[in-house]
Protein backbone atom coordinates (compact mmCIF):
# COMPACT_ATOMS: atom_id res chain seq x y z
CA UNK A 1 0.00 0.00 0.00
CA UNK A 2 1.61 3.38 -0.74
CA UNK A 3 2.00 5.66 1.81
CA UNK A 4 0.09 8.39 1.07
CA UNK A 5 -2.78 6.27 1.38
CA UNK A 6 -4.05 5.73 5.15
CA UNK A 7 -7.04 4.79 7.18
CA UNK A 8 -7.65 5.88 10.23
CA UNK A 9 -10.84 4.07 12.03
CA UNK A 10 -11.97 4.75 15.65
CA UNK A 11 -14.60 3.06 18.11
CA UNK A 12 -15.74 6.00 19.96
CA UNK A 13 -16.10 8.34 16.97
CA UNK A 14 -18.07 8.65 13.98
CA UNK A 15 -16.08 7.05 11.24
CA UNK A 16 -14.55 8.75 9.26
CA UNK A 17 -12.16 8.40 5.85
CA UNK A 18 -9.32 10.64 4.64
CA UNK A 19 -8.13 10.17 0.96
CA UNK A 20 -4.97 11.93 0.31
CA UNK A 21 -3.32 12.19 -3.20
CA UNK A 22 -0.27 14.15 -4.10
CA UNK A 23 0.61 17.39 -2.81
CA UNK A 24 -0.65 19.99 -5.22
CA UNK A 25 -3.21 18.18 -6.88
CA UNK A 26 -6.45 18.34 -4.02
CA UNK A 27 -7.16 16.82 -0.46
CA UNK A 28 -10.99 14.94 -0.06
CA UNK A 29 -12.60 14.29 3.02
CA UNK A 30 -15.63 12.66 3.60
CA UNK A 31 -17.37 11.81 6.87
CA UNK A 32 -19.48 8.95 7.00
CA UNK A 33 -22.34 8.73 9.61
CA UNK A 34 -24.50 5.60 10.13
CA UNK A 35 -27.84 6.74 11.36
CA UNK A 36 -28.96 5.06 14.58
CA UNK A 37 -31.74 3.48 12.94
CA UNK A 38 -29.27 1.81 10.29
CA UNK A 39 -27.23 0.54 13.13
CA UNK A 40 -29.63 -1.00 14.84
CA UNK A 41 -31.18 -2.63 11.83
CA UNK A 42 -31.39 -6.67 12.15
CA UNK A 43 -32.69 -8.86 8.55
CA UNK A 44 -33.10 -11.67 11.26
CA UNK A 45 -35.76 -10.03 13.27
CA UNK A 46 -37.51 -8.03 10.70
CA UNK A 47 -41.01 -8.70 9.78
CA UNK A 48 -41.14 -10.23 6.04
CA UNK A 49 -43.32 -8.62 3.30
CA UNK A 50 -46.93 -11.40 2.92
CA UNK A 51 -46.46 -13.23 -0.08
CA UNK A 52 -49.62 -14.23 -2.03
CA UNK A 53 -51.11 -17.40 -3.01
CA UNK A 54 -49.72 -18.77 -6.74
CA UNK A 55 -53.13 -18.65 -7.89
CA UNK A 56 -53.85 -14.67 -6.97
CA UNK A 57 -50.74 -13.67 -8.28
CA UNK A 58 -51.79 -15.79 -11.29
CA UNK A 59 -54.82 -13.97 -11.43
CA UNK A 60 -53.75 -10.16 -11.12
CA UNK A 61 -50.85 -11.08 -13.60
CA UNK A 62 -53.42 -12.02 -16.41
CA UNK A 63 -55.78 -8.76 -15.49
CA UNK A 64 -52.91 -6.69 -16.14
CA UNK A 65 -51.70 -8.30 -18.90
CA UNK A 66 -55.26 -7.88 -20.75
CA UNK A 67 -55.99 -4.40 -19.49
CA UNK A 68 -52.81 -3.56 -21.10
CA UNK A 69 -53.77 -5.50 -24.32
CA UNK A 70 -57.76 -3.88 -24.14
CA UNK A 71 -55.92 -0.61 -23.82
CA UNK A 72 -53.55 -0.76 -26.74
CA UNK A 73 -55.63 -2.69 -28.93
CA UNK A 74 -58.43 0.46 -28.08
CA UNK A 75 -55.72 3.10 -28.82
CA UNK A 76 -54.91 1.58 -32.21
CA UNK A 77 -58.40 1.16 -33.14
CA UNK A 78 -59.15 4.92 -32.52
CA UNK A 79 -56.14 6.32 -34.24
CA UNK A 80 -56.62 4.15 -37.57
CA UNK A 81 -60.34 4.72 -37.20
CA UNK A 82 -60.16 8.75 -37.36
CA UNK A 83 -59.47 9.01 -40.69
CA UNK A 84 -62.12 6.27 -42.02
CA UNK A 85 -64.48 9.02 -39.67
CA UNK A 86 -63.95 12.01 -41.38
CA UNK A 87 -64.55 10.75 -44.58
CA UNK A 88 -67.73 9.42 -43.36
CA UNK A 89 -68.50 12.80 -42.21
CA UNK A 90 -67.77 14.79 -45.73
CA UNK A 91 -70.15 11.52 -47.17
CA UNK A 92 -73.08 11.97 -45.33
CA UNK A 93 -72.94 15.21 -44.99
CA UNK A 94 -71.01 16.95 -47.87
CA UNK A 95 -70.70 20.62 -47.97
CA UNK A 96 -73.24 22.75 -50.22
CA UNK A 97 -72.92 23.91 -53.30
CA UNK A 98 -72.31 27.91 -51.75
CA UNK A 99 -70.07 26.45 -49.57
CA UNK A 100 -67.88 25.01 -51.44
CA UNK A 101 -66.93 28.15 -53.72
CA UNK A 102 -65.32 29.65 -50.18
CA UNK A 103 -63.54 26.01 -49.53
CA UNK A 104 -60.34 26.39 -52.07
CA UNK A 105 -57.46 28.23 -50.10
CA UNK A 106 -54.39 29.24 -52.56
CA UNK A 107 -51.03 28.03 -51.10
CA UNK A 108 -49.21 30.57 -53.44
CA UNK A 109 -49.54 33.47 -54.87
CA UNK A 110 -49.74 32.32 -58.43
CA UNK A 111 -52.88 30.40 -57.45
CA UNK A 112 -54.16 33.23 -55.54
CA UNK A 113 -53.89 35.69 -59.23
CA UNK A 114 -55.79 33.24 -60.92
CA UNK A 115 -58.39 33.10 -58.21
CA UNK A 116 -58.73 36.71 -58.15
CA UNK A 117 -58.59 36.90 -62.20
CA UNK A 118 -61.39 34.28 -62.04
CA UNK A 119 -63.50 35.87 -59.97
CA UNK A 120 -63.45 39.47 -60.94
CA UNK A 121 -64.01 38.66 -64.91
CA UNK A 122 -66.77 40.21 -66.03
CA UNK A 123 -68.26 36.24 -67.19
CA UNK A 124 -68.06 35.39 -63.56
CA UNK A 125 -70.10 38.37 -62.47
CA UNK A 126 -72.39 38.10 -65.16
CA UNK A 127 -73.47 34.39 -64.01
CA UNK A 128 -73.72 35.27 -60.45
CA UNK A 129 -75.97 38.26 -60.90
CA UNK A 130 -78.11 35.32 -63.08
CA UNK A 131 -80.90 33.93 -60.41
CA UNK A 132 -81.11 30.91 -63.13
CA UNK A 133 -77.46 30.00 -62.28
CA UNK A 134 -75.92 28.09 -59.17
CA UNK A 135 -72.59 28.46 -58.52
CA UNK A 136 -70.10 25.52 -57.04
CA UNK A 137 -67.16 23.89 -57.38
CA UNK A 138 -68.00 20.22 -57.25
CA UNK A 139 -64.47 18.95 -56.97
CA UNK A 140 -64.64 20.74 -53.53
CA UNK A 141 -67.37 18.09 -52.53
CA UNK A 142 -65.46 15.40 -52.95
CA UNK A 143 -63.81 13.61 -49.51
CA UNK A 144 -60.34 14.92 -48.52
CA UNK A 145 -58.83 11.31 -48.26
CA UNK A 146 -60.50 10.68 -51.98
CA UNK A 147 -59.15 13.28 -53.20
CA UNK A 148 -55.41 12.01 -53.85
CA UNK A 149 -56.78 8.79 -56.16
CA UNK A 150 -59.63 11.65 -58.25
CA UNK A 151 -58.36 12.02 -61.76
CA UNK A 152 -59.68 15.68 -62.15
CA UNK A 153 -59.99 16.27 -58.28
CA UNK A 154 -56.88 15.43 -57.36
CA UNK A 155 -54.37 13.81 -59.91
CA UNK A 156 -54.88 16.91 -62.22
CA UNK A 157 -55.24 19.41 -60.01
CA UNK A 158 -52.15 21.73 -58.87
CA UNK A 159 -49.23 24.10 -59.60
CA UNK A 160 -48.82 23.61 -63.52
CA UNK A 161 -51.39 21.69 -63.93
CA UNK A 162 -55.26 23.32 -63.31
CA UNK A 163 -54.14 25.28 -60.03
CA UNK A 164 -57.24 26.09 -59.22
CA UNK A 165 -60.56 24.07 -59.24
CA UNK A 166 -62.74 24.91 -61.69
CA UNK A 167 -66.00 27.31 -61.12
CA UNK A 168 -69.11 25.77 -62.39
CA UNK A 169 -72.13 27.55 -62.98
CA UNK A 170 -75.39 25.06 -63.64
CA UNK A 171 -78.76 26.38 -64.70
CA UNK A 172 -81.27 24.85 -62.37
CA UNK A 173 -83.63 22.70 -64.61
CA UNK A 174 -80.40 21.61 -66.08
CA UNK A 175 -80.83 23.01 -69.56
CA UNK A 176 -77.09 24.88 -69.55
CA UNK A 177 -73.67 24.57 -67.62
CA UNK A 178 -70.54 26.73 -67.79
CA UNK A 179 -66.99 26.38 -66.43
CA UNK A 180 -64.86 28.73 -66.04
CA UNK A 181 -60.60 27.51 -65.44
CA UNK A 182 -57.03 27.59 -65.88
CA UNK A 183 -55.19 25.28 -67.74
CA UNK A 184 -51.11 25.10 -67.17
CA UNK A 185 -48.15 23.96 -68.63
CA UNK A 186 -47.68 20.50 -67.11
CA UNK A 187 -51.25 19.31 -69.03
CA UNK A 188 -49.45 19.41 -72.56
CA UNK A 189 -49.18 16.81 -75.01
CA UNK A 190 -47.26 18.84 -77.89
CA UNK A 191 -45.15 21.58 -76.20
CA UNK A 192 -47.11 24.11 -75.09
CA UNK A 193 -50.44 22.62 -76.55
CA UNK A 194 -52.53 21.10 -74.48
CA UNK A 195 -53.25 17.86 -74.70
CA UNK A 196 -56.45 16.41 -76.29
CA UNK A 197 -57.28 13.76 -74.02
CA UNK A 198 -57.23 16.31 -71.15
CA UNK A 199 -59.52 18.40 -73.04
CA UNK A 200 -61.96 15.26 -73.86
CA UNK A 201 -61.65 14.62 -70.02
CA UNK A 202 -62.86 18.34 -69.22
CA UNK A 203 -66.03 17.71 -72.27
CA UNK A 204 -66.91 14.17 -70.28
CA UNK A 205 -67.40 15.68 -66.92
CA UNK A 206 -68.89 19.09 -67.85
CA UNK A 207 -71.19 17.72 -70.19
CA UNK A 208 -72.49 15.25 -67.91
CA UNK A 209 -72.66 17.66 -65.10
CA UNK A 210 -74.84 19.62 -67.16
CA UNK A 211 -77.54 17.09 -67.16
CA UNK A 212 -77.43 15.59 -64.01
CA UNK A 213 -80.70 17.58 -62.64
CA UNK A 214 -82.53 16.13 -65.17
CA UNK A 215 -81.53 12.46 -64.68
CA UNK A 216 -82.69 10.24 -61.75
CA UNK A 217 -81.08 10.62 -58.65
CA UNK A 218 -78.87 13.13 -60.03
CA UNK A 219 -76.22 10.38 -61.78
CA UNK A 220 -75.42 9.59 -64.71
CA UNK A 221 -73.01 7.83 -66.75
CA UNK A 222 -71.04 8.24 -70.29
CA UNK A 223 -72.68 6.05 -72.54
CA UNK A 224 -71.27 7.74 -76.16
CA UNK A 225 -68.68 11.14 -76.67
CA UNK A 226 -68.22 12.29 -79.79
CA UNK A 227 -65.41 14.92 -79.93
CA UNK A 228 -64.17 17.54 -82.72
CA UNK A 229 -60.70 19.50 -82.43
CA UNK A 230 -61.49 22.87 -84.42
CA UNK A 231 -58.45 24.50 -82.79
CA UNK A 232 -55.18 24.00 -80.77
CA UNK A 233 -55.59 24.92 -77.18
CA UNK A 234 -52.38 26.93 -75.76
CA UNK A 235 -51.16 26.05 -72.47
CA UNK A 236 -51.28 28.57 -69.94
CA UNK A 237 -54.58 30.06 -70.88
CA UNK A 238 -58.07 30.11 -69.30
CA UNK A 239 -60.78 28.08 -70.71
CA UNK A 240 -64.60 28.04 -70.74
CA UNK A 241 -66.52 24.88 -71.09
CA UNK A 242 -70.41 25.18 -72.17
CA UNK A 243 -73.04 22.61 -72.58
CA UNK A 244 -76.54 22.63 -73.29
CA UNK A 245 -78.58 19.59 -72.59
CA UNK A 246 -80.66 18.75 -75.78
CA UNK A 247 -83.17 15.96 -74.99
CA UNK A 248 -84.14 13.97 -72.14
CA UNK A 249 -86.18 10.64 -72.26
CA UNK A 250 -86.53 8.67 -69.23
CA UNK A 251 -83.11 7.58 -67.68
CA UNK A 252 -81.34 8.90 -70.55
CA UNK A 253 -80.03 12.43 -71.54
CA UNK A 254 -78.43 13.97 -74.77
CA UNK A 255 -76.21 16.84 -74.03
CA UNK A 256 -74.08 19.01 -76.56
CA UNK A 257 -70.78 21.37 -75.97
CA UNK A 258 -67.62 23.44 -76.59
CA UNK A 259 -64.72 24.47 -75.05
CA UNK A 260 -63.79 28.00 -76.15
CA UNK A 261 -61.22 30.45 -75.14
CA UNK A 262 -61.72 33.20 -72.24
CA UNK A 263 -61.19 36.61 -73.35
CA UNK A 264 -59.28 38.28 -71.90
CA UNK A 265 -60.23 41.97 -73.25
CA UNK A 266 -63.42 43.51 -73.77
CA UNK A 267 -65.51 42.71 -76.51
CA UNK A 268 -62.66 40.03 -77.68
CA UNK A 269 -64.39 37.34 -79.34
CA UNK A 270 -64.05 34.11 -78.12
CA UNK A 271 -62.00 30.98 -80.01
CA UNK A 272 -63.99 27.24 -80.40
CA UNK A 273 -61.56 24.93 -79.59
CA UNK A 274 -63.12 21.64 -79.74
CA UNK A 275 -66.81 20.40 -79.70
CA UNK A 276 -68.40 17.47 -78.57
CA UNK A 277 -71.88 15.44 -78.23
CA UNK A 278 -72.49 12.96 -75.79
CA UNK A 279 -75.56 10.63 -74.86
CA UNK A 280 -75.42 9.97 -70.52
CA UNK A 281 -77.60 7.12 -68.67
CA UNK A 282 -78.38 6.88 -65.34
CA UNK A 283 -78.09 3.73 -63.99
CA UNK A 284 -80.37 1.31 -62.35
CA UNK A 285 -78.55 1.67 -59.33
CA UNK A 286 -78.53 5.01 -59.33
CA UNK A 287 -79.59 5.74 -55.91
CA UNK A 288 -76.75 3.59 -54.20
CA UNK A 289 -74.14 6.21 -56.07
CA UNK A 290 -75.94 9.68 -55.07
CA UNK A 291 -75.61 8.21 -51.45
CA UNK A 292 -72.05 7.30 -51.91
CA UNK A 293 -70.46 10.29 -53.76
CA UNK A 294 -72.17 13.62 -54.26
CA UNK A 295 -72.07 14.05 -58.30
CA UNK A 296 -74.34 16.81 -58.61
Given amino acids: MSSRLAFRFTRRRPVQSSLSVPAGIFRITTPCRLSSSASHFNPATSPAPPVRPFFVRAILSTLRLSFRALFFTTLGFVLAAAPAYDTM ?13 SLFIPQDDDAQAKEDFINSHPLTLSLRANPDFIESRPHMKIPEAWRKRNLTGGVLMGPGKVAVPPFSFSEKTGKDFVQIS ?5 LCGHMGVIHGGFLATMLDEGLARCCFPVLPFNVGMTAKLDINYKAPAMADQYLVLRATTVKVEGR ?3 VEGHIETLPSKEGEEPTVLVTASALYISPKQAATMAKVYPVK
Fill in 252 to 254: KAW
Fill in 89 to 101: VAITSPPSDAETV
Fill in 182 to 186: HVGID
